[in-house]
Protein backbone atom coordinates (compact mmCIF):
# COMPACT_ATOMS: atom_id res chain seq x y z
CA UNK A 1 0.00 0.00 0.00
CA UNK A 2 2.62 2.42 0.75
CA UNK A 3 4.60 1.81 -2.51
CA UNK A 4 0.68 2.48 -3.94
CA UNK A 5 -0.04 5.70 -2.12
CA UNK A 6 3.08 6.73 -2.90
CA UNK A 7 2.72 6.22 -6.79
CA UNK A 8 -0.43 8.46 -6.30
CA UNK A 9 0.98 11.04 -4.97
CA UNK A 10 3.56 10.92 -7.52
CA UNK A 11 0.94 11.34 -10.11
CA UNK A 12 -0.77 13.74 -7.99
CA UNK A 13 2.23 15.56 -7.78
CA UNK A 14 2.67 15.00 -11.66
CA UNK A 15 -0.09 16.46 -12.59
CA UNK A 16 -1.04 19.65 -10.07
CA UNK A 17 2.82 20.40 -12.12
CA UNK A 18 0.86 19.87 -15.18
CA UNK A 19 -1.93 22.49 -14.10
CA UNK A 20 0.24 24.97 -12.72
CA UNK A 21 2.26 25.35 -16.66
CA UNK A 22 -1.36 25.62 -17.82
CA UNK A 23 -2.61 28.27 -15.07
CA UNK A 24 -5.48 26.44 -13.76
CA UNK A 25 -3.94 25.59 -10.29
CA UNK A 26 -3.78 29.54 -10.04
CA UNK A 27 -7.58 29.28 -9.25
CA UNK A 28 -6.81 27.23 -6.26
CA UNK A 29 -6.22 28.23 -2.67
CA UNK A 30 -2.44 29.17 -2.17
CA UNK A 31 -0.81 26.89 0.41
CA UNK A 32 0.16 27.75 3.24
CA UNK A 33 3.79 26.45 3.84
CA UNK A 34 5.97 27.92 1.41
CA UNK A 35 7.70 24.84 0.35
CA UNK A 36 4.41 23.52 -1.03
CA UNK A 37 4.61 26.04 -3.76
CA UNK A 38 7.38 24.66 -5.71
CA UNK A 39 9.29 27.00 -8.20
CA UNK A 40 5.99 28.43 -10.07
CA UNK A 41 4.74 29.35 -6.61
CA UNK A 42 6.54 33.06 -7.12
CA UNK A 43 4.98 34.10 -10.40
CA UNK A 44 1.44 33.42 -9.21
CA UNK A 45 2.04 35.33 -5.90
CA UNK A 46 3.30 38.02 -7.93
CA UNK A 47 -0.80 38.53 -9.14
CA UNK A 48 0.52 38.08 -12.76
CA UNK A 49 -3.09 35.59 -13.47
CA UNK A 50 -5.04 38.93 -12.34
CA UNK A 51 -2.63 40.74 -14.95
CA UNK A 52 -4.60 38.91 -18.00
CA UNK A 53 -7.46 40.81 -17.37
CA UNK A 54 -7.58 44.07 -19.84
CA UNK A 55 -6.37 46.60 -18.88
CA UNK A 56 -5.82 50.09 -20.11
CA UNK A 57 -2.57 51.40 -20.86
CA UNK A 58 -2.01 54.84 -20.75
CA UNK A 59 1.70 55.56 -21.27
CA UNK A 60 4.85 53.20 -21.18
CA UNK A 61 4.51 51.04 -18.11
CA UNK A 62 1.36 51.62 -17.87
CA UNK A 63 1.78 54.97 -16.51
CA UNK A 64 -0.04 58.51 -17.82
CA UNK A 65 2.12 60.72 -20.09
CA UNK A 66 4.57 63.12 -18.31
CA UNK A 67 4.72 66.69 -19.08
CA UNK A 68 7.75 66.48 -21.35
CA UNK A 69 5.59 63.92 -23.53
CA UNK A 70 2.91 66.20 -23.66
CA UNK A 71 4.95 69.26 -24.76
CA UNK A 72 6.77 67.40 -27.17
CA UNK A 73 3.43 66.16 -28.57
CA UNK A 74 2.18 69.66 -29.03
CA UNK A 75 5.21 70.73 -30.56
CA UNK A 76 5.22 68.26 -33.03
CA UNK A 77 1.53 68.65 -33.62
CA UNK A 78 2.47 72.52 -34.56
CA UNK A 79 5.24 71.92 -36.70
CA UNK A 80 2.65 69.85 -38.83
CA UNK A 81 0.25 72.12 -38.86
CA UNK A 82 2.42 75.20 -39.43
CA UNK A 83 3.62 73.23 -42.44
CA UNK A 84 0.53 72.83 -43.66
CA UNK A 85 -0.30 76.44 -43.33
CA UNK A 86 2.33 77.25 -45.28
CA UNK A 87 2.55 74.88 -48.06
CA UNK A 88 -1.39 75.89 -48.41
CA UNK A 89 -0.14 79.51 -48.53
CA UNK A 90 1.91 78.72 -51.07
CA UNK A 91 -1.08 77.07 -53.55
CA UNK A 92 -2.65 80.39 -52.69
CA UNK A 93 0.58 82.28 -54.45
CA UNK A 94 0.80 79.95 -57.31
CA UNK A 95 -2.42 80.25 -58.29
CA UNK A 96 -2.60 84.01 -57.71
CA UNK A 97 0.19 84.41 -60.31
CA UNK A 98 -1.34 82.40 -62.43
CA UNK A 99 -4.52 84.19 -62.54
CA UNK A 100 -2.27 87.24 -63.22
CA UNK A 101 -0.47 85.52 -65.83
CA UNK A 102 -3.86 84.73 -67.62
CA UNK A 103 -5.15 88.27 -67.66
CA UNK A 104 -1.56 89.46 -68.65
CA UNK A 105 -1.83 87.52 -71.77
CA UNK A 106 -5.59 88.73 -72.08
CA UNK A 107 -3.95 92.31 -71.75
CA UNK A 108 -1.30 91.43 -74.35
CA UNK A 109 -3.20 89.67 -76.97
CA UNK A 110 -5.76 92.90 -76.85
CA UNK A 111 -3.73 94.95 -77.37
CA UNK A 112 -1.49 93.43 -80.27
CA UNK A 113 -4.59 92.50 -82.39
CA UNK A 114 -5.38 96.43 -82.10
CA UNK A 115 -1.92 97.25 -83.83
CA UNK A 116 -1.64 94.98 -86.51
CA UNK A 117 -5.10 96.00 -87.33
CA UNK A 118 -2.93 99.33 -88.41
CA UNK A 119 -1.11 100.33 -91.59
CA UNK A 120 2.40 99.39 -92.14
CA UNK A 121 3.41 102.80 -92.63
CA UNK A 122 1.42 106.23 -91.84
CA UNK A 123 -0.65 106.96 -94.97
CA UNK A 124 0.74 110.80 -95.64
CA UNK A 125 4.21 110.23 -93.95
CA UNK A 126 5.17 107.06 -95.36
CA UNK A 127 8.51 108.00 -94.57
CA UNK A 128 8.26 108.85 -90.92
CA UNK A 129 8.63 106.88 -87.82
CA UNK A 130 6.96 107.17 -84.56
CA UNK A 131 3.45 108.80 -84.07
CA UNK A 132 2.92 111.67 -86.32
CA UNK A 133 2.32 114.91 -85.54
CA UNK A 134 -0.97 115.26 -83.55
CA UNK A 135 -1.56 111.81 -83.49
CA UNK A 136 -2.71 109.95 -79.90
CA UNK A 137 -3.57 106.34 -79.33
CA UNK A 138 -7.33 106.42 -80.31
CA UNK A 139 -6.16 108.05 -84.25
CA UNK A 140 -2.87 106.07 -84.62
CA UNK A 141 -3.01 104.86 -88.13
CA UNK A 142 -0.02 102.76 -88.67
CA UNK A 143 1.96 100.26 -86.27
CA UNK A 144 4.74 102.58 -85.43
CA UNK A 145 2.62 104.74 -84.09
CA UNK A 146 2.90 102.78 -80.70
CA UNK A 147 6.63 102.44 -80.35
CA UNK A 148 7.52 103.41 -77.21
CA UNK A 149 3.75 103.92 -75.71
CA UNK A 150 2.96 102.89 -72.27
CA UNK A 151 -0.09 103.00 -69.81
CA UNK A 152 -0.94 102.23 -66.29
CA UNK A 153 -3.38 100.78 -65.93
CA UNK A 154 -4.54 99.51 -68.90
CA UNK A 155 -7.49 101.63 -70.88
CA UNK A 156 -9.17 100.70 -73.99
CA UNK A 157 -8.56 102.67 -76.63
CA UNK A 158 -11.69 105.23 -76.05
CA UNK A 159 -9.69 106.20 -72.91
CA UNK A 160 -11.71 104.03 -70.07
CA UNK A 161 -9.68 102.78 -67.54
CA UNK A 162 -9.93 98.98 -67.39
CA UNK A 163 -10.95 97.23 -64.07
CA UNK A 164 -9.49 94.79 -62.19
CA UNK A 165 -6.08 95.86 -63.51
CA UNK A 166 -4.70 98.63 -60.41
CA UNK A 167 -0.41 98.39 -61.10
CA UNK A 168 -0.23 96.73 -64.25
CA UNK A 169 2.02 98.21 -66.84
CA UNK A 170 1.17 97.86 -70.89
CA UNK A 171 3.84 98.80 -72.66
CA UNK A 172 4.64 98.55 -76.90
CA UNK A 173 8.33 98.15 -78.73
CA UNK A 174 8.09 98.38 -82.33
CA UNK A 175 11.25 98.44 -84.46
CA UNK A 176 12.43 97.30 -88.19
CA UNK A 177 14.34 93.80 -88.16
CA UNK A 178 16.26 92.64 -90.63
CA UNK A 179 14.53 90.10 -92.96
CA UNK A 180 16.67 87.22 -92.10
CA UNK A 181 17.10 87.96 -88.34
CA UNK A 182 13.37 89.00 -86.82
CA UNK A 183 15.60 88.49 -83.44
CA UNK A 184 17.83 91.44 -83.78
CA UNK A 185 17.48 94.62 -82.17
CA UNK A 186 14.89 96.65 -83.60
CA UNK A 187 16.14 100.14 -85.38
CA UNK A 188 13.40 102.59 -85.44
CA UNK A 189 13.69 103.75 -89.05
CA UNK A 190 11.90 102.08 -91.84
CA UNK A 191 14.78 101.05 -92.89
CA UNK A 192 13.32 96.87 -93.40
CA UNK A 193 10.40 96.12 -94.86
CA UNK A 194 9.70 94.31 -91.58
CA UNK A 195 8.90 95.72 -88.36
CA UNK A 196 8.87 93.80 -84.76
CA UNK A 197 6.08 94.41 -82.83
CA UNK A 198 6.83 93.57 -78.72
CA UNK A 199 4.11 94.30 -76.22
CA UNK A 200 5.10 94.16 -72.74
CA UNK A 201 2.24 93.66 -69.85
CA UNK A 202 3.66 93.50 -66.17
CA UNK A 203 3.13 94.28 -62.62
CA UNK A 204 5.35 94.29 -59.37
CA UNK A 205 5.26 90.21 -59.50
CA UNK A 206 5.78 89.47 -63.41
CA UNK A 207 6.43 90.45 -66.80
CA UNK A 208 5.57 88.75 -69.71
CA UNK A 209 5.85 89.72 -73.65
CA UNK A 210 3.56 89.23 -76.72
CA UNK A 211 6.19 89.36 -80.02
CA UNK A 212 4.87 89.51 -83.62
CA UNK A 213 6.30 90.73 -86.82
CA UNK A 214 4.35 92.53 -90.12
CA UNK A 215 5.61 92.84 -93.52
CA UNK A 216 4.96 96.10 -95.58
CA UNK A 217 3.55 93.67 -98.10
CA UNK A 218 0.89 92.34 -95.90
CA1 LIG B 1 0.50 107.60 -88.00
CA1 LIG C 1 3.90 106.52 -87.79
Same mark, same amino acid.
Given at each position: !?? =???????????? *??????????????? /?????? &????? &????????? /????????????????????????????????? /?? *? !????? =?????????????????????????? =???????????????????????????????????????? *??????????????????????????? /??? &??????????????????? !? &?? =??????????
Amino acid at each position: !MK =SIKSNVEGRRSK *VLTCDHVFGVASLRP /APSAPS &AKGPL &APIFDRGDV /ASTSPRLVTGQHGRGFTLIELIVTIVIIGIVLL /AL *V !MSFHE =SLKVMGRQKDLRKAVVLSEELMNEIR =SKRYVDPVLTNSFGPEAGEVRRTYDDVDDYDDWSETPPQT *VTGTVMSNFSGVTRRVIVGNVPTNNFN /AAP &APDNSTDFKRIMVVVSNAD !M &AI =SNMSVVSRYD
